[in-house]
């Protein structure tokens, strides 16, 4: 996503280099923009918006799912779900509400 604030989720998670070993412990379907756009451009996975979008809100499930209360990037998965919504609705692609995540308190 061509967003400053979404540039931690254009990459896959990194534990290792993040110090964050119990991810995998925590998260099991790991997603980012990058890997959803590899799998667009090479015409894999996807058969319709729908699940694109599927893929998309695990990126703010799982940062809401390993982050406490308080961390930055609960701010900045904020701040990019709701470009996303905005545009995806604008375009016609999505017409409901998204999964919320738990612990997530998300107003449009």
Avoid at 4 to 15: I, L, Q, T, W, Y
Avoid at 22 to 46: A, C, H, S
């Amino acid at each position: 996503m061509s967003m400053e604030v979404a540039e931690p989720f254009n990459v896959p998670v990194n534990p290792i280099m993040l110090g964050i070993t119990d991810y995998f412990d925590v998260i099991d379907k790991p997603m980012d923009f990058g890997t959803i756009r590899r799998n667009l451009e090479n015409g894999v996975k996807y058969m319709n918006a729908d699940d694109v979008f599927s893929d998309v809100q695990y990126i703010w499930e799982n940062c809401y799912k390993y982050n406490k209360p308080g961390d930055p990037f609960l701010e900045l998965v904020k701040q990019v779900k709701e470009t996303f919504i905005m545009f995806w609705n604008a375009v016609g692609l999505y017409s409901t509400e998204p999964r919320m995540a738990p612990g997530e308190h998300f107003y449009f």
